[in-house]
């Protein structure tokens, strides 16, 4: 068990001035937020897309003034099930459950309802109709990228498909190249493969070897999770295949800048929203049920195409600047209401 007090007043005042709010600007039971403490139950931490999810779930806590309790099953899905009976046995107001296997978390979830407990789920379905869906907008994320594939790459490839089944955000983009696939024929899946073992990136590289062996036709992969492409883009280096493999990808974060940036990358392109900000999001989402409000049954975050050109041509090396050169990508105008208040910028 990992929980620890997140927040302190000294961030809650500091969050509060920097964005002009009050305590007593905000509704019950947020007005004496001192009193107010929710819980993040998180299945995934590894890899800097859970990181910066982690920030922004902090700093949108510590804008609201709230005790933030963190629990990390690190991908034991009985135990993140055992987490969440444990925030519900400390009372806490409201939780904020993080991805995660249907299977294991459906009932989890429930019992955290039946307690009174104000509960939503990220990149997690817990096929419950009073827990709200934060989500990227998974589906987009895979079919963005997909037709960033077939504008560099046409419409006639052999392809390698890194896939772990059972995984929300992986279903809904497992769906649009499901759809690509059907509408073009002439792109084959001739090698699928994924592994959720940690270390996630070394773990797909292993068996991104094999494939590539198996399989020399290959010209474009698609692995919708950055650790994914990550582990590919490693074992095309070593191959020495880097100059004819495209590798297109989701999600982002400074070391996928990086790599995507290295002279001759493979890695072509991502499509991504900022984990910061879906953490934010979440927090607010939640935020808005604890004060009697309706964030809606899907929060959706908007995600953005991100290539490797855009990046060279702007000299971006990092987050910070990626935001700068793509306002939409610092903040989601989602899940926001005239009392809240916001992380300092």
Known sequence: MNFTRRV?????ASAMMATGASAQDMPAPLDNPGDVTIALVR????GDFFQAYLAGVESQAAALGVDLRVFDSRQDAALQADMVDQAIALGVDGI???HGLTESMKEAAQRAVDAGIKVVAFDVNVENDAIPQIEQS????????LEQAIEDNGTSWDAGYVYVPG???LDRRHVAWEEVKEANSGIREVAQMGTLDN????SNANQARSVLQANPTISVFFAPYDEFAKGV????????????????SADVSTADISAMREPGSAWKATVATNPAVVGEVSVRALAIMLTGGDPGASVIVPPTLITQDFLNENDIKNMEELSAKMPQFAHADVAMTDWMPLPPR
Do not use: F, H, W
Not at 43 to 46: C, E
Not at 199 to 202: K, V
Not at 237 to 247: C, F, K, M, R, T
């Open 167 to 169: 995984i929300a955000p």
């Open 96 to 98: 904020v459950i993080q």
């Open 43 to 46: 299945y995934l931490s590894t």
């Open 138 to 145: 998974d589906y987009l994320l895979g079919k963005l990228a």
């Open 199 to 202: 270390p996630i990136a070394n």
């Open 8 to 12: 302190t007043m000294g961030l809650i």
């Open 233 to 248: 883009k490693i074992a095309v280096d070593e191959a020495g295949l880097s100059g004819d493999i495209s590798i297109y």
